[in-house]
């Protein structure tokens, strides 16, 4: 049966589909099939005959399976803006019916792990109304958060987790991306979180290094 996960971030450029792509990998050594999914992508490029985004060929190709980037991302919007000012500057809206039912579709490949990454922070809007957030917790699907840590990730990261649980949804972990080497006082702010997020870290992703998450497996599974 395929266990589905929702990765977010704290904020946008926190390293979510480095993450993600860590995690499908990892699963991978470990025998399991694992798919990536990047529902809402903004800022494509036109190659290949179609609309291409970097974070979706990422997950694409550390995906066990061979699946069409367009099932990987089926939302596709040039330009590198939120995502729903982007839809409304081509004068379309985001079809929450897509995302759903592309989280379907690729659950009829069976994979063993299916991550669905989101676009920027928890609180994405698809629209005036609506937020990313909604079809996640109409989805109940458990949530990773992916942590950047820098300057104001403490509180990032512990109002995200305090949404995430307001919303009924369950916080499955966190994991700790190192953005520079340099961030000052990295195993303070560390320990911090350690101590006051309400779930466990799942790993540790250290600034160009491989990541540490062997907590990860037996937590996702």
Same mark, same amino acid.
């Given at each position: 049966?395929?266990?589905?996960?929702?990765?977010?971030?704290?904020?946008?450029?926190?390293?979510?589909?480095?993450?993600?792509?860590?995690?499908?990998?990892?699963?991978?050594?470990?025998?399991?099939?694992?798919?990536?999914?990047?529902?809402?992508?903004?800022?494509?490029?036109? %190659?290949?005959? &179609?609309?291409?985004?970097? /974070?979706? *060929?990422?997950?694409?190709?550390?995906?066990?399976?061979?699946? +069409? !980037?367009?099932?990987?991302?089926?939302?596709?919007?040039?330009?590198?803006?939120?995502?729903?000012?982007?839809?409304?500057?081509?004068?379309?809206?985001?079809?929450?019916?897509?995302?759903?039912?592309?989280? %379907?579709?690729? &659950?009829?490949?069976?994979? /063993?792990? *299916?991550?669905?990454?989101?676009?920027?922070?928890?609180?994405? +809007? !698809?629209?005036?109304?609506?937020?990313?957030?909604?079809?996640?917790?109409?989805?109940?699907?458990?949530?990773?958060?992916?942590?950047?840590?820098?300057?104001?990730?403490?509180?990032?990261?512990?109002?995200?987790?305090?949404?995430?649980?307001?919303?009924?949804?369950? *916080?499955?972990?966190?994991?700790?991306?190192?953005?520079?080497?340099?961030?000052?006082?990295?195993?303070?702010?560390?320990?911090?979180?350690?101590?006051?997020?309400?779930?466990?870290?799942?790993?540790?992703?250290?600034?160009?290094?491989?990541?540490?998450?062997?907590?990860?497996?037996?937590?996702?599974?």
């Amino acid at each position: 049966m395929t266990k589905a996960y929702f990765v977010t971030g704290t904020d946008t450029e926190v390293g979510k589909t480095y993450t993600s792509c860590k995690i499908l990998q990892a699963f991978t050594r470990h025998g399991k099939v694992a798919l990536g999914y990047k529902p809402v992508a903004a800022g494509c490029e036109w %190659q290949n005959n &179609q609309w291409e985004n970097e /974070d979706a *060929l990422a997950l694409q190709a550390s995906s066990s399976l061979h699946v +069409p !980037l367009a099932e990987i991302n089926p939302i596709t919007l040039p330009e590198p803006i939120a995502p729903h000012i982007a839809a409304q500057r081509q004068g379309n809206t985001i079809s929450e019916k897509v995302i759903v039912d592309g989280l %379907q579709s690729l &659950q009829q490949y069976q994979p /063993d792990i *299916l991550l669905m990454e989101g676009a920027g922070g928890w609180r994405l +809007p !698809l629209s005036q109304e609506r937020f990313l957030s909604d079809v996640v917790r109409d989805l109940q699907l458990e949530v990773i958060l992916v942590v950047g840590m820098r300057l104001g990730c403490l509180n990032h990261a512990l109002l995200t987790a305090e949404a995430i649980i307001a919303d009924g949804l369950t *916080l499955k972990g966190w994991v700790a991306n190192q953005l520079s080497a340099n961030m000052p006082v990295f195993e303070e702010n560390l320990a911090t979180l350690d101590a006051l997020m309400p779930a466990p870290r799942l790993g540790l992703v250290p600034y160009r290094d491989e990541p540490d998450l062997s907590g990860l497996i037996e937590v996702l599974g």
